[in-house]
């Protein structure tokens, strides 16, 4: 009987144990986190452009500022495209004039988005050779797909 009830507990215990490591949506997909994106993202970029040491010194700088910038417009032209989608659904409708100022913001801010990354590439490729710049500014994209791609898996 004492055999039993201890086999009993040190199931219960390892089952315990199992679901504590493994959290109640064992089987659910696992995201990553924004830091395991941004690694992924280093190293995508690092390997696809051949980044030496000192290059990677002198790119991620100017890469980094460049995306900061660009990502505070690409939030703003997200928001303006809710705003959009918003006028478009309220009741009463939208005013012509309400939907083509939020239009000229829409296409300011990107226009805006265009602007900043043509200043990164010019300064991307002050530190890298030109054809690296230029596949520098292709890699976001590819890494976006390839991402999106790893995450369907």
Same mark, same amino acid.
């Given at each position: 009987?004492?055999?039993?009830?201890?086999?009993?507990?040190?199931?219960?215990?390892?089952?315990?144990?199992?679901?504590?490591?493994?959290?109640?949506?064992?089987?659910?997909?696992?995201?990553?986190?924004?830091?395991?994106?941004?690694?992924?993202?280093?190293?995508?970029?690092?390997?696809?452009?051949?980044?030496?040491?000192?290059?990677?010194?002198?790119?991620?700088?100017?890469?980094?500022?460049?995306?900061?910038?660009?990502?505070?417009v690409?939030?703003?032209?997200?928001?303006?495209?809710?705003?959009?989608?918003?006028?478009? *659904?309220?009741? !009463?409708? =939208?005013?012509? &004039?309400?939907?083509?100022? #939020?239009? /000229? @913001?829409?296409?300011?801010?990107?226009?805006?988005?265009?602007?900043?990354?043509?200043?990164?590439?010019?300064?991307?490729? *002050?530190?890298? !050779?030109? =054809?690296?710049? &230029?596949?520098?500014?292709? #890699?976001? /994209? @590819?890494?976006r797909?390839?991402?999106?791609?790893q995450?369907?898996?």
């Amino acid at each position: 009987m004492k055999k039993t009830i201890l086999t009993l507990l040190l199931a219960v215990v390892a089952t315990i144990g199992t679901y504590a490591q493994h959290g109640p949506h064992a089987g659910e997909k696992k995201y990553p986190t924004h830091e395991e994106i941004l690694s992924q993202k280093i190293a995508f970029f690092t390997q696809e452009l051949d980044l030496t040491p000192e290059e990677a010194q002198q790119f991620w700088p100017v890469y980094n500022a460049g995306w900061k910038k660009a990502e505070t417009v690409r939030r703003e032209i997200r928001h303006t495209l809710k705003e959009i989608n918003a006028a478009l *659904k309220q009741e !009463p409708a =939208a005013s012509d &004039a309400q939907i083509n100022a #939020l239009m /000229e @913001k829409y296409f300011k801010a990107q226009q805006t988005e265009a602007q900043i990354q043509a200043e990164t590439y010019a300064e991307v490729s *002050k530190v890298l !050779p030109v =054809a690296k710049a &230029a596949k520098a500014c292709t #890699l976001e /994209e @590819k890494f976006r797909v390839m991402l999106i791609k790893q995450l369907r898996k």
